[in-house]
């Protein structure tokens, strides 16, 4: 059974970088499509990024697009998110989730598509 585990969050200043780990284990990342999602406070949760299986097709949400790459390196079975030039409004418990799909090379951003979910890693956008 996929676990995943969130880290990388913390405190950034608005325009700065920070990246996040979503580590897998008790199975292979290669085998699941990986997607980000975040829920501000009092904010409904929303997906903003997901990567597929293969590694080789990619979603973004016109918030973090350019922005907020998403990869994965096999070799340390984890989904990173690379968040540059973030803003206020980042501030969020951020979740990795993942989930099998149907084709090896999409992904979705719904959050019905994905079964094995982290428990969240707050990043907070201050001065």
């Known amino acids: 059974q996929l676990q995943v585990v969130e880290s990388g969050g913390g405190l950034v200043q608005p325009g700065g970088s920070l990246r996040l780990a979503c580590a897998g284990s008790g199975d292979t990342l290669d085998r699941y499509a990986v997607a980000w999602f975040r829920q501000a406070p009092g904010k409904e949760r929303e997906a903003f990024s997901c990567?597929?299986?293969?590694?080789?097709?990619?979603l973004y949400s016109n918030s973090v697009k350019g922005r907020f790459p998403i990869f994965k390196n096999n070799s340390d079975n984890t989904a990173y998110l690379q968040m540059n030039s973030v803003e206020n409004e980042a501030t969020a418990v951020y979740y990795c989730?993942?989930?099998?799909?149907?084709?090896?090379?999409?992904?979705?951003?719904?959050?019905?598509?994905?079964?094995?979910w982290g428990r969240g890693t707050q990043v907070t956008v201050s001065s």
């Open positions: 990567i597929s299986m293969s590694g080789e097709g990619s």
């Open positions: 989730a993942a989930g099998q799909m149907i084709s090896y090379h999409i992904c979705r951003m719904g959050p019905y598509d994905y079964r094995h």
